[in-house]
Structure formats: structure tokens, C-alpha cells
């Protein structure tokens, strides 16, 4: 595996760089070969230079933008010839307020699509293709070779080294805090793939985002900073609707709710930590999930772990999918019960457990159990795949046990509503017993919600580990909470109620299990939102929300089928925000992360190994975005088709398209596919 420092790919500068004194350009990379020359190159420049000759003379791993020169580069965000910063086509229409950075333009309606169940068609589980052996053979051996040296290394280093190993050793009479075993994957195996992982970011996470330029001078084991940054296309964050905006009526009401409100609350629920904007909060969410009560929490992972304990104890089963959040896992554990899995999304599987665990009841005992949770998520994180919700709610009424449904990346992103999986199939939200979601990925905020019948949810604000003890969720993510929902299911105006009315009507939330599924897609009255939130008429009546699902839905469907045409092989529901890329090999895992970041116009990406996957299912996983243009998803199957042929990645069957027919067919190939 090549070494991850001071690595200098010769690719031009993006014009948003602009070089001061040298107007030189190197050539683009066309092989793996001229990649990794570089790259020994950088190493061993950096090997006989000091610490500050490398500041001035190499630049940040994998990033095109910095060339092999010391001269100065200045920042030139205003340049119009980059189309991260200016639209392609100049908007014509004076309803275009959003930044083309933050928030991308698009006015042509063809590039939509409605994210919904075809029940014309059965529900089709999606199977991961297999790679030929030699890529699997390959990628066992790299992680052999990896452990291996990292052991022979650990071996002489503890004897001939032992000032770098003293954390480790007992030392003074008092044991080691780090774990020599635990910490041997991250010093041997994370450290070296250090410059593809928390890479700091400047600015919105928006369709774009600006990286800080760093390089490493020992391994990755610090990073230093050069003090400039580089606009990149992101298709790394969560920010399905495009909500994380600087400039908008989300941000507008975000900053007044400072000026009222300040940035805490400084107690936690329980206490004096719950204000206006928490009851206003949950009767939104639980008017836009069409449930009778909600409750928000200022963590998303604690709302899993915090609350699964406080809904099942001793002598009751939880039957989770093997595949569910580290969030879920840990709250089983922490709630005492018995926890036993499925394969994933495998709805056989489910029932055959159910069957075996109703009909022995408990272990020695064979009592039955107190209550039975199947736990799922609605859109599987890393997979992309989508809960068979329609199988899974026909076993609920056969086999009478409670479900949780966790809709952390599914809310907001799936369904022609922007509900979730409940939409997406057209199930009432009813049929389920918990709903938990978060804010972080379709709001542009933080925390996350559990909503459900009043009694459950009166219950979780004094069990649940979160309200009692842990800070209440801030003002200023409130605010973010309540205007993007808003604008989602729009503002119907309402009576100005007298003085001697309560201005936040919590009853008009509740919303009884008798009613159908289309009722509970109507628009949320103006006395649910706070006086002072004065929404854009575009926000207020929920059209820019609708043309934001529906353009997610179009460039999910459409990077997913582009990679698929092109012959790689994609995990993952088609309309799922989340696009997994199989590469399986660490090294190339590596080597995909740093080629898309020395592009001409970088691309940023998220590159997931193991223990986040299985051991050889290494993959890139893209997050589509509503910010994100047709161009946009063009330019990122351009940047796959490239560097997917240089590093061997096309293994998938079907017929296959070329890039320039992908680009050109794009809107019959969404069509021909939902």
C-alpha cells in the first residue's frame, strides 16, 4: 500500500485556485502507474526535506489543486469560469434566490421524479452481485499483507523503539489506558488512510464544500495545514433536501431564534431546559408523521440507545436486523433483553425466527416472553436498502409483536410526501408502533425524534435515559426543525386566536388511528409555528419542498442507474439518497478517495472499509442531494467512469453504456426504470 503523506498528483488547478506568478500546468494522470510514480516521488521528497522546507514545497494529499511549485496560491472563489461557484445556464427567473454553491439551479422539470412503491410490481430484494475471485483472492491478501507487517513492525518497534511504544507498555506501575490489540487497527490499518478520513470542511455543506488543504509529513500521525482551501463537489454529506443553507428562510429563522431564545436552554428536559419551541417542535413532528405524540432528543445515536432500553427489559426479545445501526445494537444491549438477529431484510429469515422464538418462549424456562420489538431501519445507512415494510407489517398482524422503525436516513428523503417509508408504501403511519428519526440528514439540523401513541411517549420522557439527564436540544436547532418541516408540509393560514387562547394548540396535532393515510398529508396550521417565523411565500405553501423531494428522487435514481450502465456494481434501493460503490479492495478503496479529489474540479467522496463493512466489501458510498444539478451527477459519472477504469472496478453484469449515452439518455433512464 502506497504511503498516504505528502502526496502530489500532477493534475492542473482548478480555476477557483488561482496561481500567482506561474501559469504552468502538468498533465492529467491517465494510469494508476503515473499516479503512484507521483506519489513515491512526494514521499521521497518529503523524506529529505525538514518539516518546514515540506510546508512550502508539498502540497495536501489527494487534491489537484496544489501543484509541485512553492509558490503562493490564492483563493478565487469569485471565478466565473468555475461552474462549482456559477451555474452552467445563468438563471432566468427572479423566483431563484438560493446560492449556486449551497443550493444548485435547475429549472428544467424533467430532471424529477415522484420517489414512491409501483404496486404494479412485487417488491424486488436487492442482491448484491459477486465480483470475480481474483478481486476477492486480492483484496484477502492486501489485508494479510497489511497485518502482517504491521505485527513484524509492532515486533522490533517494542524492542528497538520503545520510545513510540510507551502508551502501550505498563509503565511506572500503572497500566496502559490504550489497548495494545485495539489500537493495532488504527495504527496499522486506519492511520494509513488517515488523508481520506476527517477531512475538515470551511463553510456550508452544500451541493459544495470547501476543504481544508493539509498534507502529513509522518504518516499520517499529524496533519499540518497550509492555510488555504478547495471548493470541491460534495457528494459525501447528509443533507438529502438541501436544508443546510447560510442564506434562506430556514437560516432567517435560525438567527432570530438566537436574538429571542440564545443558543441553549441550559437544563435538560425535566428541568428548566424545555421551552416553547420543544412543544412546538413535537406537535410538528408528530403532525407530519401523523402520530398522536412525539418527542425530540438533542442526540440522534443516544435516541436509539437511550430509549430502546427505557421500551424492553428482562424477559423480553428483540429481534434486530444484522445489519442495524451501532446506535440500535448498543441500546438493545444496554436494555437487558434477549437479542436475537435476521438476515438482512431477509423477510424468510424474519419469520423463521419469530416462529421458533414464540413457539420455545424463553431459554430454560420456555415461559413466554413478556413483549416481542423487531427493530429495522426504513433505509439501511450503509446498504442503501430499503425496509420490505409491506412483508414486515402482513407478519406484524400474523405474529402480534411491537415494531420499531428507524427512519434516520428514509424521513424526508423517501416517499412523494417526504414521510418516509410510510409514504413511500402508502401504509398508515398507525400499523407501526415507534417511529424514531433524525433531523441531521433531510433538515439540516441535529438530535432526533421518537413518536408514537401519547401514552408510550409520556412514558419515554420519564424512562428514557436522554430527557432526564441529558441537555435539551438548542434554540437555534429547534428553529431548523420547525421551519423545514413547515416548509415540507406547508402553512395554512389560520384565525388569529383571542389572548385568552393558548397559542400553541397541542391537540391540534393528534391525529386518531381511524384516519386513512391521505389525511394526514395536509398542511400544517400557521398556530403550530411560532408568530415570529415568517416563512418565504415559496416555503410557506410547500412548493420549493415538493421540487426539492422530487429532484432528490431524480438524481438518486439517476447516479444509481448511470453507475449500474457504466458496470459497476451498486448496492442499494433505487431511490435511495445513499449509493453505495463496491471497490472491495482497501488499497483501491484508498486510491478512489484521493484519484476523484485530484480532478480537475475535485469531487469529495466517502470511502467505508472494514470494521464499518464486511471484510471485503470495501466500498464508496455517494449521498445524493437535492442542491445537486443533472451536471452535477453527470460530472460525478464522468469522474467514476475514469478513474473506475484505471483501478478495475467495472465487475458488474448487464449491458453496459457508454459515459456520453448515460449523460444523454439520462431522463428515459430514470423513466424506463421507476
Avoid at 14 to 28: A, M, Q, V, Y
Avoid at 77 to 88: I, K, S
Avoid at 139 to 159: A, E, N, P, Q, W
Wanted: glycine letters at 8%.
Amino acid at each position: 500500500m502506497p504511503s498516504p503523506i505528502a502526496l502530489n498528483p500532477p493534475a492542473p488547478s482548478p480555476s477557483i485556485l488561482k496561481k500567482t506568478g506561474s501559469s504552468s500546468k502538468l498533465p492529467l494522470m491517465s494510469t494508476a502507474m503515473s499516479y503512484l510514480s507521483a506519489v513515491q516521488q512526494a514521499d521521497t521528497r518529503a523524506r529529505s526535506h525538514n518539516n518546514s522546507s515540506a510546508a512550502s514545497t508539498l502540497t495536501r494529499s489527494s487534491h489537484s489543486s496544489v501543484t509541485a511549485s512553492s509558490e503562493d496560491t490564492v483563493f478565487n472563489e469569485d471565478d466565473t469560469n468555475n461552474c462549482l461557484v456559477n451555474p452552467l445556464t445563468p438563471p432566468t427567473s427572479e423566483v431563484f434566490a438560493t446560492v449556486h454553491t449551497e443550493f444548485g439551479y435547475c429549472a428544467n422539470e424533467a430532471y424529477r421524479c415522484v420517489s414512491q412503491h409501483d404496486y404494479t410490481k412485487p417488491f424486488q430484494e436487492h442482491i448484491i452481485e459477486e465480483p470475480p475471485y481474483y478481486v476477492l483472492l486480492t483484496t484477502y491478501i492486501s489485508y494479510l499483507m497489511v497485518i502482517c507487517f504491521g505485527h513484524v513492525r509492532d515486533f522490533f518497534g517494542k524492542r528497538f523503539a520503545k520510545s513510540y511504544f510507551t502508551h502501550l507498555m505498563p509503565h511506572d506501575g500503572y497500566a496502559p489506558l490504550n489497548s495494545d490489540f485495539d489500537s493495532f487497527y488504527t495504527r496499522r490499518l486506519q492511520r494509513r488512510v488517515g488523508d481520506c478520513c476527517s477531512q475538515p470542511i470551511a463553510g456550508v455543506p452544500g451541493r459544495t464544500v470547501l476543504l481544508l488543504d493539509r498534507y502529513s509529513t509522518d504518516y499520517n500521525l499529524t496533519q499540518n495545514y497550509t492555510g488555504t482551501k478547495t471548493r470541491a463537489l460534495n457528494v459525501s454529506s447528509y443533507n438529502y433536501l438541501g436544508f443546510s443553507q447560510a442564506r434562506g428562510g430556514c437560516s432567517d429563522a435560525v438567527g432570530e431564534s438566537i436574538r429571542r431564545y440564545g443558543t441553549s436552554t441550559c437544563g435538560t428536559r425535566l428541568e428548566t431546559g424545555s421551552s416553547e419551541l420543544h412543544l412546538f417542535a413535537e406537535a410538528l413532528v408528530a403532525r407530519f408523521l401523523g402520530t398522536e405524540d412525539a418527542l425530540v432528543s438533542s442526540v440522534g445515536f443516544a435516541t436509539n440507545s437511550t430509549f430502546i432500553p427505557a421500551l424492553v427489559g428482562k424477559r423480553c426479545l428483540i429481534i434486530s436486523d444484522e445489519l442495524n445501526h451501532t446506535s440500535i445494537r448498543v441500546g438493545a444491549r444496554q436494555s437487558g433483553a434477549e437479542v436475537r438477529m435476521f438476515k438482512h431484510n431477509d423477510m424468510s429469515s424474519l419469520e423463521s425466527v419469530l416462529r421458533e422464538a414464540i413457539s420455545q418462549g424463553q431459554p430454560k424456562t420456555h415461559r413466554p416472553w413478556k413483549k416481542i420489538l423487531v427493530i429495522v431501519e426504513g433505509l439501511y445507512s450503509m446498504e442503501g436498502t430499503l425496509v420490505n415494510l409491506l412483508r414486515i407489517v402482513e407478519l406484524k398482524r400474523k405474529y402480534k409483536f411491537y415494531l420499531f422503525v428507524d427512519e434516520a436516513h428514509s424521513i424526508g428523503a423517501v416517499g412523494p410526501h417526504g414521510r418516509g417509508v410510510t409514504d413511500y408504501f402508502n401504509i398508515h403511519p398507525g400499523s407501526i408502533d415507534v417511529m424514531m428519526g433524525t433531523f441531521t440528514k433531510s433538515f439540516g439540523a441535529a438530535g432526533g425524534y421518537i413518536t408514537g401513541p401519547k401514552t408510550l411517549i409520556d412514558a419515554l420522557r420519564m424512562h428514557g435515559h436522554s430527557c432526564p439527564y441529558a441537555e435539551a436540544m438548542t434554540p437555534p436547532v429547534l428553529a431548523q426543525i420547525i421551519a423545514s418541516i413547515a416548509s415540507i408540509m406547508g402553512v395554512a393560514p389560520a384565525p388569529q386566536l383571542s389572548k385568552s387562547q393558548n397559542s400553541l394548540n397541542l391537540a391540534s396535532s393528534i391525529i386518531t388511528l381511524k384516519d386513512r393515510a391521505d389525511d394526514n398529508q395536509g398542511m400544517a396550521p400557521a398556530s403550530m409555528l411560532p408568530a415570529w417565523i415568517n416563512l418565504h411565500p415559496s416555503l410557506a405553501d410547500g412548493s420549493e419542498a415538493r421540487m426539492r423531494i422530487r429532484r432528490l428522487a431524480f438524481n438518486c435514481r439517476y447516479l444509481h442507474a448511470g453507475l449500474k450502465k457504466l458496470g459497476f456494481i451498486i448496492s442499494g434501493h433505487p431511490f435511495s439518497p445513499i449509493v453505495p460503490l463496491l471497490i472491495f479492495n482497501p488499497g483501491k478503496c484508498l486510491m478512489f478517495a484521493r484519484l476523484m479529489r485530484a480532478r480537475r474540479i475535485p469531487i469529495a467522496v466517502v470511502v467505508v472499509g472494514y470494521p464499518a463493512t464486511p471484510l471485503e466489501k470495501g466500498r464508496a458510498r455517494f449521498c445524493a442531494s437535492a442542491s445537486h444539478t443533472k451536471e452535477d451527477i453527470d460530472m460525478v459519472l464522468q469522474a467514476c467512469d475514469e478513474v473506475g477504469g484505471i483501478l478495475d472496478l467495472k465487475h458488474g453484469s448487464g449491458e453496459r453504456w457508454g459515459i456520453d449515452e448515460v449523460r444523454k439518455r439520462a431522463v428515459e433512464l430514470v423513466r424506463s426504470a421507476v
